[in-house]
């Protein structure tokens, strides 16, 4: 299916009033049979090693571009939670990302340009595909975690880096027995000199299941060459006793969470991290399975609940000033998906700009 016959199935969506919900590989939520489907936009159509940047069709596979990347030594540090079964498409119209967001940002900062289709058939490009680009409004940024309630993604060239010659995880012992320990012990490992790739604290529950302990543990991820990575180790090592774990500690940790599992993500300024999760962990204490895991450098800690209930919404009124953003809830049905926490009035005046009729649902079947 070319671009133009995605114009055309909205085109004539649109002519009819009819709902149109946007799908990739469906590795996460599947908004029904009606859905266009963009998993056939298949195929890398540009890549330049020289200027770390690629061009890919929506419905390229991660894994796909991750082997293209990987034989120039370099990767797109976006590693969004689920698998690499999962569609560069998806993850930039739901704005996905993971640990590695800690040291190089998340979709909006890795995203370069796109191409769309707007609700009312209309294709348009926005950004470009090198890195210095400067043209008009930011669209690609607007697009980007909206949920394909703006348009459908058909194409997008995002930024990559180059891979560091060691990449080493080690896991550094947490005690959280006291109010403020790891309060204390987050901020003297700001303090250290150590940049870490990926700094992630897991509750017990996450950590045994993984094999990393059966307390509280807080994994870096360090990278460059031998001598940078040494000198950080021994940094964090003066800060707490620290232990070598297996790289894998990252897929693994990706992949952890069931499809039917809700989750949500609470954020707070990363200075205020400690508080807010030892919020959450009190306010989720009580339910079967259920896990958190926060990415420290962003601030935001993401609860994972296998078995939700419907209670799960209880979560939406701790966040202890923090910005509540629902991932997903599972099973639950009768539930939107917040494409970012715009005020309701401008997401309205917006979605009527791009998508007139209404008919690019962002809303989960």
């Known amino acids: ?48 090693p020289g200027d770390l940047t690629l061009t890919a069709r929506a419905g390229t596979t991660l894994a796909e571009l991750a082997r293209a990347t990987g034989a120039e030594r370099q990767w797109l540090t976006l590693d969004p939670h689920g698998t690499d079964a999962g569609t560069i498409g998806a993850t930039v119209a739901t704005a996905s990302w993971g640990p590695l967001a800690h040291a190089f940002g998340t979709p909006r900062d890795l995203v370069l340009g796109l191409e769309a289709v707007t609700g009312d058939g209309a294709i348009i490009r926005t950004g470009g595909r090198g890195v210095k680009n400067v043209a008009g409004f930011d669209l690609t940024r607007l697009f980007t975690g909206s949920w394909g309630s703006l348009a459908v993604i058909t194409e997008v060239t995002v930024r990559l880096r180059a891979r560091p010659e060691v990449d080493e995880t080690i896991a550094i012992a947490v005690r959280d027995d006291a109010p403020d320990a790891l309060g204390a012990l987050l901020a003297k490992v700001r303090a250290a000199s150590a940049a870490p790739l990926a700094l992630e604290l897991l509750s017990p529950a996450i950590a045994a299941r993984l094999g990393a302990g059966a307390s509280t543990v807080l994994l870096a ?108 809830l599972g099973s639950l049905p009768g539930f939107g998906v917040d494409p970012g926490g715009a005020p309701p009035e401008l997401w309205r005046r917006i979605r009527s700009a791009f998508d007139p009729h209404g008919i690019l649902s962002s809303e989960a079947a």
């Open 1 to 48: 299916m070319s671009t133009q016959t995605i114009a055309e199935r909205v085109r004539e969506a649109s002519a009819r009033g009819t709902r149109l919900p946007i799908a990739g590989a469906r590795t996460w939520f599947d908004p029904g049979p009606d859905a266009l489907s963009v998993a056939a936009e298949r195929g890398i159509v540009e890549y330049t």
């Open 221 to 328: 991820r360090l990278g460059g060459n031998v001598e940078s990575v040494r000198a950080q180790r021994a940094a964090l090592a003066a800060v707490s006793s620290v232990t070598t774990v297996g790289d894998d500690m990252w897929r693994a940790i990706r992949g952890s969470e069931a499809a039917e599992s809700a989750v949500i993500r609470l954020s707070a300024r990363p200075s205020r991290l400690a508080e807010l999760w030892r919020t959450v962990r009190e306010a989720t204490s009580h339910w079967s399975g259920a896990y958190a895991h926060a990415t420290v450098g962003r601030g935001v800690v993401r609860l994972v609940a296998p078995d939700p209930g419907p209670g799960v919404t209880d979560i939406l009124t701790v966040a202890g000033g923090g910005m509540p953003i629902v991932e997903r």
